[in-house]
C-alpha cells in the first residue's frame, strides 16, 4: 500500500472510532485503535518525505478529526468521572442511612 492509501485509512479508521465514541460503544474502541496503530506501522514502514506526508495529513483533514476526537473523548471522560462521582454519593448516603440505629421506627395514628 502506498501512502495516500494508507492516510485515507487512517482517516476512515478515525471516523469510526468518533462514531463509536458518540453512540458510547466503548468496548469496541480498543480494536479500533489497534487497528489505527497498525496503519501507523505500515506508514512508517514505507519511505516518505515530511512535506508528502504533511499534505495529505492536511489534504484529508486528519488534524481536524483527531482534533474532535481528542475533544469528544476528554467530554465523555468528564461525563463518566461526575457519574461516578454521584454514585459514590449515592453509596456514601446508602450506606450512612444502613448505619443508623437498628430500632423499627414507624408512624403511628392512634384510631
Known sequence: MNLEENVIKYKDITLTIIETVNIEEYERLDESFMKR???LDDISKIG???EEFK????QYGIENLQNELTSKM????QNLLEKIKDNKKRQAAVVGYNKLPTKAVFLSKEI
Not at 55 to 58: D, G, H, P, S, T
Not at 74 to 77: F, G
Open 74 to 77: 476528554k467530554d465523555k471522560e
Open 48 to 50: 516518505y518525505s515530511k
Open 37 to 39: 496503530q497498525l496503519v
Open 55 to 58: 499534505k495529505l495529513y492536511m
